[in-house]
């Protein structure tokens, strides 16, 4: 990205995203491929380091996913108004989400 923007770090919101899409559209999206194959020194090893990263990251999100709502909706029946009811929800529904968020993309990895 820095290709695209020197000075990245003091650009406003918007233009680092307009430079995060950029970068994005010009990418082949295969980078944790390669960089797992050009680090690896035999195949067996580049396909062990894939492996570890797509478990990892299903392990990672799928707990947050599990435990995550379980803990907003263990908060949610300590909640003694509505509106705070209602933020324990949103994040038992947005911690779950990284559960179905992670599996996709763990599903995307293992496909490289």
């Not at 680090?39 to 894939?50: E, I, Q, V």
């Not at 908060?75 to 996709?104: E, R």
């Given at each position: ?11 406003p ?66 909640a ?9 929800l ?23």
């Amino acid at each position: 990205m820095l290709n695209f923007a020197k000075d990245y770090d003091h650009l406003p919101l918007i233009a680092k995203v307009e430079v995060f899409e950029c970068a994005l559209q010009n990418s082949e999206r295969n980078d944790h491929a390669r960089v797992f194959w050009l680090k690896s020194h035999t195949s067996k090893n580049g396909l062990d380091r894939r492996t570890n990263y797509t478990r990892s990251l299903a392990v990672m999100s799928m707990s947050i996913g599990f435990v995550g709502p379980g803990i907003a909706l263990n908060g949610l029946t300590m909640a003694k108004h509505p509106s705070i009811a209602s933020a324990w929800l949103t994040l038992a529904v947005g911690l779950k989400s990284f559960s179905h968020c992670g599996f996709l993309v763990s599903l995307q990895v293992s496909v490289l």
